[in-house]
């Protein structure tokens, strides 16, 4: 075990775990930011996706060795502003069913906006192809997406 | 075998279509407690209290994994209760009888409910009148409950719940008070927004695995590689000398590995070191199983329903068609992996699961850790995504053997993988299909046997007879006037579990079924649409649909060259629903999706745009198994692992949803599963339509 010092949502935190530990199972067992979801381990499902210096990542095939003094937001860090339009067009259309691939859904949304404010169909289908959902919340995403990006 | 639990209380109903049909109900003096128990709370039954501030909180006692019940069922108590919705709070029951059941499956949530949770706030705002009332000193006549006040209609005095709560705790609870008629309702058939939905997009939404209880360590479990297996003996030295690595335990389904992280029990699962005993069916394959299928399906089979004469030989220049139909095992991976918090100690249990099923859980655990029912405490979470998975109670049952041999709390987690290969499948099938043609063109023949393993049969360890034959079920080619029709069925064995999936067999045999009709509509040289339409009665329900789904997808609008429309129906969980599908051929091998148009008739609606993702989510459910889904079974076990060989539909392959809902007061209906039957099949003769290849086999292969 070695201690590690990521930023995460702005604030210094330390970790005692392995090196190898993904970053997921650090953010979720070590801190308590549970909003991060496991839900393939293998780099498939975008569940699990944050932001490191601002880039969507999935946590779950990073360690934590690797994210040493980087910037990590979390969906929690995401959520520190409720009034952010991805999340109030997520309640006006009523995306979320169970919910569990939606902090993946919005984080990997929320980073492709801040990239480009007006990305191609191509780029969306490109970045949003990497989170699953069961529930098939798909074709709600899509028109969150389009009205998003129409407004922005 | 692995352990399994059963669903006694499902009972296999109509084979016409009625789904899997909870035999539960909630008895009247379940509901009602005794009044007075709890002067400062009022609660006058198990899903509603008001405290002195005033404030609402309605039990669901239904689990919430995406299908909308922790805002529909409180509608349908704050609907009679007459209380401001904005105002309300909600709490998830823990398992208790109290509640009937509270099994959630079957699209059972709200037809079981509707009337038994108006029940519950209807009595409770009589009960609120009547303590006003008796303040003033008048008649209850005179008083009536509005937004969580009730008002003096004589003089325009009101006076709030919170502050009548106390009283009306020490009055009667009323019997049979009068419901609303649907013409007075204010909140059911609104579109509301989910209470869900914000701590969901937080992140803030505590699912089963985000439980964290102290003094928790963290659990993963190896299991045998064929189903069956055993664990002889197993070495955990090398695991144990893993950072994090506390301990390693034998349990009945495997060994457990129990950790200070999850990371490091998934670590020390790898490194285990287990000699299994693989029982009796190391060799199975799903070969073997299909085979044994086609030997069937080539006998007779059981005779399971019969009308006219369909053995009589026809003969007047009639034309035949005679196909066959298969689809495979199915896994439900739901987004959530399995996982449960326990902590076993001094003779109790305290679980916290994301199960549909949790009075089976505490059932279960009870019966396996040699504990009295009642302490075993059984809290229910979010459920990230069900899908019929979560009426299993394996993992917990796990979970709590784990705590009680470590004897610490523990949180379980299953990898993904194991998830994929221990879970509870839906069974293949195999169908052969006959139909006759007339000179006139009218369906007068439709035989249908259906050859597969058996859900039922399996769980009740037993043979079953014809009449029980869950693999039968919506195989009847519906409300179609055909005047002779043959149903007949085959069971097949396996020793691989079986289990309840999204809509279970109405995902296979309404494809055989709605399949095989649009073939014989092209036989016959008849429109596909009014095939359907002439063979089902004027007032029937079904037609209407029909209606609607071709009315709004501009059925007979002609389509550029390569591309084509199919339509199909279905019935079930006391709903109809037709679907359209158009699609496009792009190669030989490719082809698109463009859209899906699907109209519903589930009698009264109680949040409509539920209802709509509803059938949006069925609907992609179904494409992930159409396009995708195969669980293949070799050595014994199964072949795949995680999303990249048993993929589901991305985000780019879903078409546009169109949802028609139609507005009538029948019955309120199911809409969790009924999306599921019409899509296949709706796909395959669009297919059809575009490209002239018929699809008889999931899931699809254009070549
Ligand atoms: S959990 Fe990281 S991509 Fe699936
Ligand atoms: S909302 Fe359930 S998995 Fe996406």
């Known amino acids: ?152 | 075998m692995k352990k399994q639990s059963r669903r006694e209380f499902i009972k296999v109903v109509s084979l016409s279509g009625g789904g899997l049909v909870l035999a539960a109900f909630i008895p009247a003096e379940s509901i009602f407690a005794k009044p007075g128990e709890e002067p400062k709370i009022f609660s006058p039954n198990a899903f509603l209290k008001i405290d002195s501030n005033g404030v609402v909180t309605i039990i669901v006692h239904r689990s919430e994994m995406g299908q909308g019940v922790q805002t529909s069922l409180p509608m349908l108590v704050a609907e009679e209760l007459e209380v401001d919705w904005t105002q309300i709070k909600i709490e998830q029951a823990d398992a208790d009888r109290k509640y009937g059941s509270q099994t959630t499956g079957g699209s059972t949530s709200i037809r079981r409910n509707y009337e038994p949770l108006r029940a519950a706030g209807a009595a409770a705002r009589e009960m609120l009148i009547a303590a006003a009332a008796a303040k003033w000193k008048v008649q209850p006549a005179d008083c009536k409950a509005e937004n969580g006040f009730v008002i003096n209609k004589l003089n325009g005095k009101k006076i709030g719940y919170g502050k009548l709560a106390d009283d009306a705790s020490k009055l009667p609870v009323p019997q049979n008070v009068k419901l609303k008629e649907p013409k007075d309702f204010k909140i059911i058939g609104k579109k509301i927004h989910r209470l869900d939905t914000p701590d969901k997009i937080y992140g803030k939404a505590k699912f089963g695995i985000d439980i964290v209880i102290p003094g928790m360590y963290y659990a993963a479990v190896k299991r045998p590689p064929v189903f069956g297996g055993m664990v002889k003996n197993f070495d955990a030295s090398k695991t144990k000398l893993l950072n994090g690595v506390k301990e390693a335990v034998k349990i009945s389904s495997g060994v457990a590995v129990i950790a200070n992280s999850t990371w490091a029990a998934f670590k020390g699962k790898e490194e285990l070191l287990v000699d299994w005993d693989n029982g009796l069916y190391a060799n199975f394959s799903s070969e073997k199983i299909k085979s044994k299928m086609i030997e069937k399906l080539n006998g007779t089979g059981e005779e399971i329903r019969k009308e006219g004469n369909p053995e009589l030989p026809i003969t007047n220049n009639a034309q035949f068609l005679e196909a066959t139909f298969e689809v495979p095992f199915l896994a439900h991976a739901p987004m959530e992996p399995m996982n449960c918090v326990a902590n076993v100690k001094d003779g109790k249990a305290e679980l916290w699961v994301a199960t549909q099923n949790p009075q089976a859980a505490q059932r279960d655990i009870a019966r396996q850790l040699g504990l009295k029912e009642e302490n075993v405490t059984i809290h229910v979470t979010l459920l990230g995504g069900g899908f019929g998975r979560r009426l299993q109670t394996d993992f917990a049952v796990e979970a709590a053997e784990i705590s009680k041999a470590a004897g610490v709390p523990v949180k379980l987690t299953w990898s993904r993988e194991d998830d994929i290969k221990h879970g509870f499948y839906r069974p293949p099938s195999m169908h052969k299909l006959n139909g006759a043609i007339d000179s006139d063109g009218n369906l007068i023949k439709f035989e249908h046997h259906v050859s597969a393993p058996s859900i039922f049969s399996q769980r009740a360890g037993r043979k079953i007879e014809p009449k029980e034959y869950d693999i039968a079920e919506a195989a009847w080619p519906l409300e179609y006037k055909i005047p002779n029709i043959k149903l007949s069925g085959s069971l097949v064995d396996t020793h691989v579990p079986l289990g309840y999936w999204r809509a279970v067999y109405q995902t296979q045999n309404p494809f055989a079924v709605e399949s095989f009709i649009d073939e014989l509509a092209y036989l016959a040289k008849k429109d596909p649409f009014e095939f359907r339409r002439t063979m089902l009665t004027e007032d029937s329900r079904l037609r209407k649909v029909l209606e609607l789904a071709a009315e709004k997808s501009d059925w007979y609008k002609k389509l550029e060259a390569g591309k084509g429309r199919g339509i199909a129906l279905s019935e079930g969980f006391g709903s109809f629903c037709a679907q359209v599908a158009e699609v496009s051929i792009k190669s030989q091998n490719e082809f698109k999706i463009d859209r899906f148009i699907c109209a519903i008739d589930c009698g009264i609606v109680i949040n409509p745009d539920t209802v709509e993702a509803q059938i949006e989510g069925a609907i992609a459910f179904a494409l992930s198994a159409a396009l995708k889904g195969e669980i293949t079974i070799k050595n014994g076990g199964v072949a795949e692992s995680n999303f990249d060989d048993y993929p589901i539909l991305t985000f780019e392959e879903m078409p546009k949803v169109e949802v028609y809902i139609a507005q009538n007061s029948f019955p309120v209906g199911g809409v969790g599963e009924v999306g599921m039957a019409a899509c296949p099949p709706a796909l395959c003769n669009a297919i059809f339509a575009a490209a002239g290849k018929r699809i008889r086999k999931l899931p699809v292969k254009l070549n």
């Open chain 1, 1 to 152: 075990m070695a201690k590690f010092t990521i930023t995460v949502n702005g604030k210094k935190k330390t970790v005692d775990v392995d090196g190898d530990t993904p970053l997921l199972w650090a953010l979720r067992d070590s801190l308590g930011l549970t909003g991060t979801k496991y839900g393939c381990g293998e780099g498939i499902c975008g569940a699990c996706v944050v932001h490191i210096n601002k880039k969507a990542e999935r946590s779950c095939s990073i360690s934590i060795k690797d994210v040493e003094g980087k910037s990590i937001t979390t969906i929690e860090g995401l959520a520190e502003n409720p009034n952010h339009p991805i999340f109030k067009t997520w309640i006006d259309l009523e995306v979320s069913q169970c919910g569990y691939c939606q902090p993946g859904q919005i984080m990997t949304l929320a980073a492709l906006l801040n990239e480009k404010k007006k990305p191609s169909k191509k780029e969306i289908e490109e970045t949003m192809n990497g989170v699953l959902c069961r529930c098939g919340t798909y074709h709600r995403i899509h028109k969150a997406v389009d009205k998003l990006v129409e407004e922005n």
